[in-house]
Antibody
Framework: EVQLLESGGGLVQPGGSLRLSCAAS????????MSWVRQAPGKGLEWVSA?????????YHADSVKGRFTVSRDNSRNTLYLQMNNLRADDTAVYYC?????????????WGQGTLVTVSS | DIQMTQSPSSLSASVGDRVTITCRAG??????LNWYQQKPGKAPKVLIY???NLQSGVPSRFSGSGSGTDFTLTISSLQPEDFATYYC?????????FGQGTKVEIK
């Protein structure tokens, strides 16, 4: 059974940093591209970042987070990360990790339960 | 970025109704279109991928159609558990983009 378990969310002041983790199990993690998608309170879904499978050489970020967020992965630990720096109030959201189904980018077949990031003073 | 526009933004329907949600892409995206269902406090769940393919385990009352710029999600007979918000999403190009969502409420 595929499972994705996010952690690392919490309350942080504007300008602060957080690192989110997503522990994966139930599939060959290194084979699949992975993404982070966020949802601000009461709002819709916004793709944030993506990383390729084996080696993770390919990474992509939304313009809204480019230069502040960095996606990475440790295939030996079956874990996806999102390093978030210089956080702003509009980064407040539930952050989901999502697994690609393997037929090109951004075709998400499994999602984690999400972790809440609140940026506030 | 490819803009995805859903209509309607919300709808009220009764159990047993046929429900149709449309999604329009700002440029052609071939069949690179996914549909998700989200219930309050829960993660999204994929219903349809590649415009018309039913995700394993999803009831057959859900179906998707379309290609190019215009797509449709149809629920043939609405069930109580189908009251939720539905999102379309294009996977044609980076950045992936979602529609604004369609909330299906009980009439």
């Amino acid at each position: 059974e595929v499972q994705l378990l996010e952690s690392g969310g919490g309350l942080v002041q504007p300008g602060g940093s957080l690192r989110l983790s997503c522990a994966a199990s139930g599939f060959t993690f290194s084979t699949y591209d992975m993404s982070w998608v966020r949802q601000a309170p009461g709002k819709g879904l916004e793709w944030v970042s993506a990383i390729g499978g084996s080696g993770g050489r390919n990474t992509y970020h939304a313009d809204s987070v480019k230069g502040r967020f960095t996606v990475s992965r440790d295939n030996s630990r079956n874990t996806l990360y999102l390093q978030m720096n210089n956080l702003r109030a509009d980064d407040t959201a539930v952050y989901y990790c999502a697994k690609d189904r393997g037929s090109g980018w951004y075709n998400f077949d499994y999602w984690g339960q999400g972790t809440l990031v609140t940026v506030s003073s | 970025d490819i803009q995805m526009t859903q209509s309607p933004s919300s709808l009220s329907a009764s159990v047993g109704d046929r429900v149709t949600i449309t999604c329009r892409a700002g440029q052609t995206i071939s069949h690179y279109l996914n549909w998700y269902q989200q219930k309050p406090g829960k993660a999204p769940k994929v219903l349809i991928y590649a415009a018309s393919n039913l995700q394993s385990g999803v009831p057959s009352r859900f179906s998707g159609s379309g290609s190019g710029t215009d797509f449709t999600l149809t629920i043939s007979s609405l069930q109580p558990e189908d009251f939720a918000t539905y999102y379309c999403q294009q996977s044609y190009s980076t950045p992936a983009t979602f529609g604004q969502g369609t909330k299906v409420e009980i009439k």
